[in-house]
């Protein structure tokens, strides 16, 4: 059956809207039991292009609803309303170790959606094109606004939601990577929160002075945060990625200068030199280095170094002292840290010290390092520069089953929103409206 001279209707609802939205892809005007491919491509930021497609057969009304029908093969199979998204992977004979990451905050990520006579798997250029649509994915809601922040020495971007405020504070931390990563920070304002995203493995400062950051930069931030006159200076949260996890922990424990309403740590550990600066404590990882494993591939598998998790009191934060709502996520096949494992001895420690109504922890199996927000492209393993003076080249191992890890992204982001609107907010819903849009 040729759908050539048919006039196919393709609609994805909302086609504009946040990253996190869920969207419904419907084809319309098919033949029943026809066979059709559905396809997303992306053009990445740094020129790589991503694709996933997915096959249907239309119904008795010739009809394909994304959100309710089946995918009978190509990229992902089965019911899957967002697929085209998470399943988004480098098309053929791109080069190795790609990672997908939004750069530029302002702008949207862009997603052409379309439809192909037959089930194809390649060389979608030459197919049947029957309809096409391009789809907006936001990180930033309208009226968000993003503030470059370099007062103190600081190198940070703070995003204030839309309205007058004041609003609840967040500090968002990333991982050993370095640079400063906006698209969580600018998520989390278009959910209500005044985010501030930070750098602090190579900073301005680091890098007009040579040495690396120490604890009250942290603490500089959060004062910008709490003297901020849009944010209210009494609820104020810090969420911490990989290596910001132990410093968000050390913070919320040690610091007198802090205190937070609640804490979230992803894939991250409380093992560290207490007392030690940032620069002594990747002093005391790379002390372990030589319990870093190789996989078949060659991919680097960090999470030994802190394993076995110490008994020794001043290599880690002393959990029993913390006073604020703390919330654990953990992928159960994290390759990159101990999550799991240090999950385990932190909620002993609170246990023991009394204070572990305090601990929310969320766990996922076949979830790996990497828990972005929901239906970010799955990455197991991707080249990765440390955040080092000279940077290293490596090709990490994160962990995670594609599948698995992508549900995990999905439910942890909900219910993150959830506890920090609990902790923030009273449990009161905030955040933009996208769709109408």
């Known amino acids: 059956m040729d759908m050539k001279q048919h006039c196919v209707k393709l609609s994805v609802q909302p086609s504009r809207g946040l990253v996190d939205e869920k969207f419904t892809v419907l084809v319309q005007n098919l033949l029943p039991g026809f066979q059709l491919t559905i396809h997303a491509l992306h053009q990445c930021e740094d020129g790589h292009s991503w694709e996933a497609f997915a096959h249907y057969t239309a119904d ?13 093969g190509g990229t992902y199979s089965g019911v899957e309303p967002m697929g085209l998204l998470w399943n988004l992977r480098p098309v053929p004979g791109s080069k190795t170790g790609l990672r997908w990451r939004k750069m530029n905050v302002q702008t949207p990520m862009g997603v052409t959606i379309s439809v ?7 060389g979608f250029l030459d197919q049947v094109l029957l309809a096409s649509v391009v789809v907006e994915r936001w990180y930033m809601a309208p009226g968000v606004r993003r503030v470059p922040i370099t007062e103190g020495g600081l190198t940070a971007t703070l995003f204030l939601p839309s309205g007058p405020g004041p609003f609840p504070g967040l ?71 990989s290596f910001g996890v132990g410093v968000t922990l050390r913070m919320a424990v040690y610091s007198k200068g ?37 996989d078949e591939n060659n991919q680097v598998i960090w999470r030994d170094v802190m394993l076995p998790i110490p008994t020794d009191p001043s290599l880690k934060v002393d959990m029993g002292r913390l006073q604020c709502p703390l919330l654990l996520v953990v992928g159960e096949d994290d390759q990159n840290w101990p999550s799991s494992e240090s ?95």
């Open 60 to 72: 008795a009304t010739g009809t394909v609803n994304v959100s309710q029908d089946p995918s009978l």
């Open 116 to 122: 192909y006579q037959g089930h194809q798997t390649e």
């Open 171 to 241: 500090l968002d931390l990333w991982g050993w990577g370095g640079k400063l990563v906006e698209y969580r920070a600018a998520l989390l304002a278009s959910h209500g929160i005044a985010s501030m995203a930070l750098d602090y493995f190579i900073p301005q400062m680091t890098k007009e002075t040579g040495r690396m950051v120490d604890i009250d930069y942290f603490e500089t931030a959060y004062r910008v945060l709490e003297q901020h006159p849009q944010i209210l200076g009494s609820s104020i949260a810090m969420l911490g990625l």
């Open 258 to 294: 802090l205190k937070l309403s609640c804490a979230v740590c992803i894939s991250g550990s409380h093992v560290q030199p207490i007392g030690g600066s940032v620069e002594q404590i990747l002093t005391y990882f790379h002390g372990n280095a030589y319990k870093v494993r190789y």
């Open 343 to 437: 999950a385990m001895d932190m909620r002993e420690m609170m246990e023991r010290a009394g204070n572990s109504h305090l601990l929310t922890v969320l766990s996922y199996k076949n979830a790996g390092h990497l828990i972005e927000p929901p239906f970010t492209p799955f990455t197991r393993a991707s080249t990765f520069k440390t955040g080092t003076n000279p940077p290293t080249k490596v090709m990490a191992l994160w962990g995670g089953e594609l599948v698995a890890h992508s549900r995990a992204q999905e439910d942890a982001w909900r219910k993150t929103l959830v506890f920090l609107r609990e902790n923030l907010y009273g449990g009161m819903k905030h955040g933009a409206l996208f769709s109408n849009l």
